[in-house]
């Protein structure tokens, strides 16, 4: 299973982006899939998560300015991201948790996987 993060980009405080993450492979369910931020210096952290039944938990930080959406017949999910703010900057990584899927001729649970991150960066 890999996942693949995109649209991240440079931009100016108070404008918007939209992060997409794809899945490839075997896939037969992800219970969680999520946002996730590292800042440089700093340490990852959870931006926000939606379950497989659309429930939804975000940051502090970005209540009220980012949604994250999911659209499950994909397994990809999205991040709008508006009035980003200069302290937004850091790699957006997307991550699928308590995945089923097959590999060869087996089935697995509990797979836990991450993509390789998009860069945002919010500068005047």
């Known amino acids: 299973v890999q996942l693949q993060a995109s649209g991240g980009g440079l931009v100016q405080p108070g404008e918007s982006l939209r992060l997409s993450c794809t899945t490839s492979g075997k896939v037969v369910t992800i219970k969680i899939m999520g946002w996730y931020r590292q800042a440089p210096g700093e340490q990852r952290e959870l931006v926000a998560t939606?379950?497989?039944?659309?429930?939804?938990v975000y940051a502090d930080f970005v209540k009220g300015r980012f949604t994250i959406s999911r659209d499950n017949a994909k397994n990809t999910i999205y991040l709008q991201m508006n009035s980003l703010k200069p302290e937004d900057t850091a790699v957006y990584y997307c991550?699928?948790?308590?995945?089923?899927?097959?590999?060869?001729?087996?089935?697995?649970?509990?797979?836990?996987?991450w993509g390789q991150g998009t860069q945002v960066t919010v500068s005047s």
């Open positions: 939606v379950s497989l039944r659309g429930n939804t």
């Open positions: 991550r699928a948790a308590d995945v089923t899927y097959v590999y060869g001729e087996s089935y697995y649970d509990g797979g836990d996987f």
